[in-house]
């Protein structure tokens, strides 16, 4: 890389300022400011500010430029740092296209232009960018003109719009409904048992489902974060020390934390993974219990555990990878769901305001210091389908993709058509104790049954069950629940009736299929 000559930069006062030959930012790292390339690293961010990027900048400009960008690297994240200098450079790069000549100030007149030039609807671009300018005038550096200065001090700018994909319940980028997010659950659940997914991918997926973190704070995960704790009875629980993000006066990325809780099943899941983890970097880096519990494994043999880490981008990549392969189709678009991360985030809130929590719960929930950006998850609309009836469960049934077993002609077609022990059976549905289905499945189940049944893989409905018989019972079954108040019990079995209807549905259409047939 070509090395600029900084040299010393005048201030207001008169004095120089000397340029460092090396800076160590605020989460550690080093660097040297004269490159022209400088890739700034924190445990879970790598960013690279290429400044042959820029438009033409005279040197001084240019040397002052740099030196505001190592007081933000000294004193900010890598990511406030790169936003910095995108909000800058498309700054100069609107004023290079007006003057056609290498910037030496940017004036009052430079800022007006700008405004004009990206609208009302764009206008955060410079209310992020007016704090950088005025701490470059602040810190006395050429380059910002006294009138620009005192310009920004006067107007009032609009701050980037959030929260619409939540209050509208955006289908792409907002929360996922009830329906949506049952059933990445149920692709996932049976991916993995088809072992089409990884432990360490279904580990990461569902601590996405469980806590809505931020990517880049399971990014900083490490084995020893994970914990299991014994209660004097016996029995075990499972917490996880999440490392907080976004948190001002932060010394480094594993400075803050806050425990979370993990459900006994993937609690247990997530400590024996760790604890795989653990045993696999055990002689490769010297404490193993530092190893990162999601890790890129890249680096040589012996490096210090911390470069293991997945980048925070890399690792909400993989999560969007994960989920994408599942191809669960939304019943809202009729399309494969847009998986990111931050969809997992706004559902957590979401639906933590449709339970009737308050802003300070939901705060806590998703590791706000504040309450400012919670609110929209308690003004939402709700995501549960008000009314339910037989027609329109008809008409989702094949969007939702509820059921997933195989229709058979009867019990002799029947995987275990040997034993009668799987056989099902609905007294309190159907009023009579006879069989209307199998299972496929040796062993024991603890669900309910008829009603778990119908979105399981190994069920098996006969072609002549009476399961229009289970639909009227389970919709009738909600309207009584919706009628005493209680929206999200009456939902419950939403995925089970839009599973029983798909069963409905492949009836009719075999019957049909048979009769043009024998027609």
């Known amino acids: 890389m070509n090395k600029n000559n900084l040299g010393s930069l005048p201030v207001a006062a008169g004095y120089l300022v000397a340029v460092p030959a090396v800076v160590t930012a605020k989460q550690g790292y080093r660097f040297d400011p004269h490159e022209d390339t400088w890739v700034l690293r924190e445990l879970t961010h790598e960013i690279w500010l290429r400044f042959s990027k820029m438009p033409p900048l005279q040197s001084d400009f240019k040397a002052a430029l740099k030196t505001?960008?190592?007081?933000?690297?000294?004193?900010?994240?890598?990511?406030?740092?790169?936003?910095?200098?995108?909000?800058?450079?498309?700054l100069f790069l609107h004023k290079t296209k007006i003057h056609g000549m290498p910037i030496a100030e940017i004036t009052s007149v430079d800022i007006l232009n700008y405004r004009a030039h990206i609208g009302k609807a764009s206008e955060w671009r410079l209310a992020a960018l007016s704090g950088f300018l005025r701490r470059w005038h602040g810190l006395g550096y050429l380059g910002i003109s006294n009138d620009a200065v005192a310009l920004l001090n006067q107007l009032r700018l609009k701050?980037?719009?959030?929260?619409?994909?939540?209050?509208?319940?955006?289908?792409?980028?907002?929360?996922?409904?009830?329906?949506?997010?049952?059933?990445?659950?149920?692709?996932?659940?049976?991916?993995?048992?088809?072992?089409?997914?990884?432990?360490?991918?279904?580990?990461?997926?569902?601590?996405?489902f469980a806590l809505g973190?931020?990517?880049?704070?399971?990014?900083?995960?490490?084995?020893?974060?994970?914990?299991?704790?014994?209660?004097?009875?016996?029995?075990?629980?499972?917490?996880?020390?999440?490392?907080?993000?976004?948190?001002?006066?932060?010394?480094?990325?594993?400075?803050?934390?806050?425990?979370?809780?993990?459900?006994?099943?993937?609690?247990?899941?997530?400590?024996?993974?760790?604890?795989?983890?653990?045993?696999?970097?055990?002689?490769?880096?010297?404490?193993?219990?530092?190893?990162?519990?999601?890790s890129d494994e890249r680096f040589a043999r012996g490096a210090n555990a911390d470069l293991y880490h997945l980048q925070a981008d890399d690792l909400g990549r993989r999560l969007t990878a994960i989920m994408s392969r599942l191809n669960v189709i939304s019943e809202r678009t009729g399309k494969p769901l847009k998986i990111h991360a931050k969809r997992f985030r706004s559902t957590i809130g979401t639906r933590a305001a449709e339970e009737g929590h308050g802003e300070l719960v939901i705060a806590e929930?998703?590791?706000?210091?504040?309450?400012?950006?919670?609110?929209?998850?308690v003004?939402?609309?709700?995501?549960?389908?008000?009314?339910?009836?037989?027609?329109?469960?008809?008409?989702?049934?094949?969007?939702?993709?509820?059921?997933?077993?195989?229709?058979?002609?009867?019990?002799?077609e029947a995987s275990r058509r040997e034993s009668e022990t799987n056989q099902i059976r609905a007294p309190g549905i159907v009023g009579k104790f006879d069989a209307i289905s199998s299972c496929?499945?040796?062993?024991?189940?603890?669900?309910?049954?008829?009603?778990?049944?119908?979105?399981?893989?190994?069920?098996?409905?006969?072609?002549?069950?009476?399961?229009?018989?289970?639909?009227?019972?389970?919709?009738?079954?909600?309207?009584?629940?919706?009628?005493?108040?209680?929206?999200?019990?009456?939902?419950?079995?939403?995925?089970?009736?839009?599973?029983?209807?798909?069963?409905?549905?492949?009836?009719?259409?075999?019957?049909?299929?048979?009769?043009?047939?024998?027609?």
């Open 159 to 208: 701050g980037a719009t959030s929260g619409v994909a939540v209050a509208t319940m955006d289908p792409i980028r907002g929360p996922f409904t009830a329906l949506e997010h049952e059933a990445l659950q149920y692709a996932l659940n049976a991916a993995y048992a088809r072992n089409e997914v990884t432990l360490r991918e279904y580990i990461l997926c569902w601590m996405f």
């Open 213 to 294: 973190m931020r990517p880049t704070q399971y990014a900083r995960l490490k084995v020893c974060d994970v914990v299991r704790l014994h209660s004097r009875d016996g029995s075990s629980c499972y917490s996880v020390r999440i490392p907080r993000a976004k948190q001002k006066g932060a010394g480094n990325a594993r400075s803050q934390f806050k425990d979370r809780l993990l459900t006994p099943q993937i609690g247990k899941l997530v400590f024996d993974f760790a604890r795989q983890v653990q045993a696999r970097f055990t002689g490769i880096i010297d404490d193993a219990t530092q190893a990162p519990l999601f």
């Open 440 to 519: 496929g499945k040796d062993g024991f189940c603890g669900f309910l049954k008829p009603i778990a049944c119908y979105s399981c893989s190994n069920f098996e409905p006969w072609l002549d069950g009476p399961h229009e018989q289970v639909l009227a019972h389970l919709l009738g079954e909600r309207e009584r629940l919706m009628d005493a108040g209680d929206m999200r019990i009456a939902a419950i079995n939403d995925r089970a009736i839009l599973a029983v209807a798909e069963v409905i549905r492949r009836c009719a259409a075999a019957q049909a299929k048979a009769s043009s047939v024998c027609g």
């Open 379 to 412: 003004r939402s609309t709700p995501a549960i389908v008000e009314r339910i009836d037989r027609a329109l469960a008809m008409q989702l049934a094949p969007l939702a993709q509820a059921f997933a077993g195989t229709l058979i002609n009867g019990p002799s």
């Open 365 to 377: 929930l998703l590791d706000h210091s504040n309450t400012a950006n919670v609110g929209v998850c």
């Open 68 to 90: 505001v960008l190592v007081w933000y690297a000294e004193n900010h994240s890598v990511g406030y740092v790169k936003s910095q200098y995108n909000c800058i450079r498309h």
